[in-house]
Every structure is written in C-alpha cells, then in structure tokens.
C-alpha cells in the first residue's frame, strides 16, 4: 500500500490548506491549558509550533499533545461548521472510500477477526464509534457474520447513510451515548482519539460502552512512529486543531489502564511511514541513504518499525 491510494497529494493538500484557514478563525485568547491527556502529568514542556499551534512533550510518557488548545464545546462547534469538516466527509473521503475500502478496511477486519480468533473471543453485538459511512462495519458484518452491528456517529448526514444501509446507527458522539452503555462485547474507534478534546473522558465513554469481559480495539495516530519522528512540526499528519493529541507507546497502555481497563495491548501494524518520509520532500542524512537502498530494504525496514513499536499508526487491543 502507498500513502497516494488512500490520499491523493492534490486532494490532500487542498484538505490542509482548508485546515489552516479554518483554524486561524478560532480565538486563540479562548484557549486552555491541559496536563498530559496520556497519564496526566504536569511535567511538560514545549516541543513544536504548528500552524500557530503550540505543541507540548510530556516529561513523564513522552506524549505530544497540543496545549493550549479550543475548549470542548468550541472544538465541537469547530466540527460541524468549518470548512474543512465540510471538505472531508463531501469531497475527500467519498473520492477514496472504496480504495480505503479495500486497502484499509478489509484488511484491518480480517486482522481484527484473526486476532479475537486467537483469543477465543466471538462478539456477538459490536460498535463503531465514529462509523461515518458504515463502510467499515459493512466489512466486519463479512467477518464477524453472526454478530449484530451498531454504529456511533456525530454527523447527521453519515449517520442517516449508515442507517439506511440497515445499520443501528446512534447519531452522537461517544460521551453522549449512555444510552447504549454495557451493550457490546467489542467496541471500536478508528482515527478519533487524536481529534478529542479530553482523551480521559473519551476512553472512559468508550469503556462504558463495552460489557464487563468485553474488549475494545482503539486506532490511531502514535507520536513515536518513524514518520512523524522524523518529520516533526512538517509531518502531514500534525494538523491543528483536527489532530490535537499523539500519544506514546506507554501513554497509551497508562491512559488505558486509568479508566479501567485490565488488559491492554499496544502494537503498531502501520505500513506507510517509509512510503511517507520518503515522498515528503525532507532530507536528512539518513533520509538520503535510505533513498539509496533496494526496494527489499525499505520493505524490511518498514518491517522492522511495525515489529517493534515505532510506526505512527497504533492500534490498542484492551479488556474490560
């Protein structure tokens, strides 16, 4: 898989440039100051600017998260009505949907059932916070065919599509959906950890959802992947105000930990961090040299940054 199939340079470029223009409307005097969204320390200092944006470390997890950053209710105001919002769910994700469709999802659903096939595990009612299309749990409901799918979606318009494909879909977000708490064996959330306001309040909605011995699958974007390493501030994937937080490793298994879940299981399965450093136009001397090598070699490399925790894309297996 290459980073151009799920997100092509033109249309992407033009999502972020809609991105900084939207986030230069918001009132930066509004802002508020955070302790690290992973474990909650306050031994922080900062790390990067982005787009006007300040960007902290934690000294004791080693998560990057922006801060000061848009209180809650401006961040949800902020979804629904900017621009760039607008640009993802009408023009961006339907040009790629069946591209992700096949390179992301059924794969990430094959996985997904493989590894609970492992663990004994067979879900009988699973949700999607953040579901969008549906197109996801379409590919899970082709896995997982005895299971009941539901979806969580706080956009109307995604939500009412999801819902005419025949799927139970709640049009909120996770932490207003005590409506459907303890109602699932197996709850996940792809790509919104990073966008939330609270990460403690959003974990702890989704571990409400999920029926005690149940399991959770979190993915997102992780701070200590190659990609964003060595890009920094330059990465694409570092855009305020969408992507607000960026875990480590260890943040992610303590944040887990902290709303109560028992077990918890941090990998890194991301297959594009080479394909992306290498394409963004940043040099270094590895970078060179690493431009210089067979197509084998990057391949193992990518290999070995998957294997070892140290690709950007996470994802987060924990039990209740």
């Known amino acids: 898989?290459?980073?151009?199939?799920?997100?092509?340079?033109?249309?992407?470029?033009?999502?972020?440039?809609?991105v900084?223009?939207?986030?230069?409307?918001?009132?930066?005097?509004?802002f508020v100051s955070i302790d690290c969204p992973a474990c909650g320390s306050k031994e922080y200092g900062k790390h990067l600017d982005k787009n006007d944006f300040t960007y902290a470390l934690c000294k004791n997890c080693g998560t990057v998260f922006c801060n000061p950053r848009p209180t809650e209710t401006v961040l949800e105001e902020f979804y629904k009505t900017a621009e760039s919002s607008k640009f993802w769910s009408d023009v961006f994700f339907p040009s790629v949907a069946e591209s992700r469709r096949e390179k992301l999802f059924k794969p990430k659903a094959l996985n997904i059932f493989k590894y609970f096939e492992r663990e004994n595990f067979a879900p009988s009612k699973i949700c999607d916070v953040g579901s969008g299309y549906g197109i996801f749990l379409e590919e899970l409901n082709q896995c997982f065919s005895n299971a009941e799918m539901y979806g969580i979606e706080p956009s109307p318009e995604m939500a009412s599509i999801s819902q005419r494909k025949g799927i139970r879909t709640l049009n909120a977000t996770a932490e207003n959906s005590e409506e459907w708490a303890g109602l699932f064996d197996l709850v996940i959330s792809s790509e919104v950890i990073e966008h939330v306001f609270s990460v403690p309040k959003f974990l702890s909605s989704i571990s409400s959802l999920v029926k005690p011995g149940g399991y959770c699958l979190?993915?997102?974007?992780?701070?200590e992947g190659f990609d964003i390493l060595t890009l920094q501030e330059k990465s694409n994937s570092i855009f305020p105000p969408h992507h607000l937080n960026f875990m480590s490793a260890d943040g992610f298994e303590i944040a887990f930990k902290k709303v109560g879940f028992s077990k918890v299981e941090v990998m890194t399965p991301g297959e594009l961090d080479v394909?992306?450093?290498l394409n963004s136009g940043f040099e270094n001397e590895?970078?060179?040299?690493?431009?210089?090598?067979?197509?084998?070699?990057?391949?193992e490399f990518q290999s070995f940054l998957k294997n070892n925790k140290l690709s950007s894309h996470v994802w987060v297996f924990a039990k209740k």
């Open 20 to 30: 900084e223009l939207d986030a230069k409307k918001l009132n930066k005097k509004n």
């Open 275 to 277: 394909d992306i450093v």
């Open 1 to 18: 898989m290459k980073e151009n199939e799920i997100r092509p340079k033109e249309i992407l470029l033009k999502y972020l440039s809609l």
């Open 286 to 299: 590895f970078i060179r040299v690493l431009k210089k090598r067979s197509p084998e070699a990057l391949i």
């Open 218 to 223: 979190l993915t997102g974007l992780g701070y």
